[in-house]
């Protein structure tokens, strides 16, 4: 997995590029971004699937900020990113989610 933050001089908002490998994708058909800056909503942000079966997907966000996030896959297994800036509890057993600073 992989994640890469793009800053702007004129803007306030950083475009960020999301990545899940083939082999971290597990021969999954569909994955999804979710955080609390689309509510969780696993159809908000939907990622493209790459011709050597990971995924990807690029959004702006605000910046100055942190973000709660994780990767759906098949539209029910949670997976973190490796490369997450942090994790914190996500109030479900021993679950925990990624964090992004920005």
């Not at 082999?23 to 011709?51: I, Q, R, T």
Request: charged share 25%.
């Amino acid at each position: 997995m992989a994640i890469k933050k793009q800053y702007f001089k004129t803007k306030d908002v950083c475009k960020v590029s999301f990545s899940i490998e083939a082999s971290e994708a597990k021969g999954a058909e569909s994955a999804s971004l979710v955080g609390d800056f689309n509510g969780w909503d696993p159809s908000a942000h939907p990622m493209k699937k790459l011709k050597a079966g990971g995924f990807s997907l690029q959004i702006e966000l605000p910046k100055d900020a942190s973000y709660q996030f994780r990767y759906v896959l098949n539209g029910s297994e949670y997976i973190n990113d490796a490369e997450a800036d942090e994790y914190v509890p996500a109030g479900i057993g021993d679950a925990q989610n990624c964090v992004l600073k920005l």
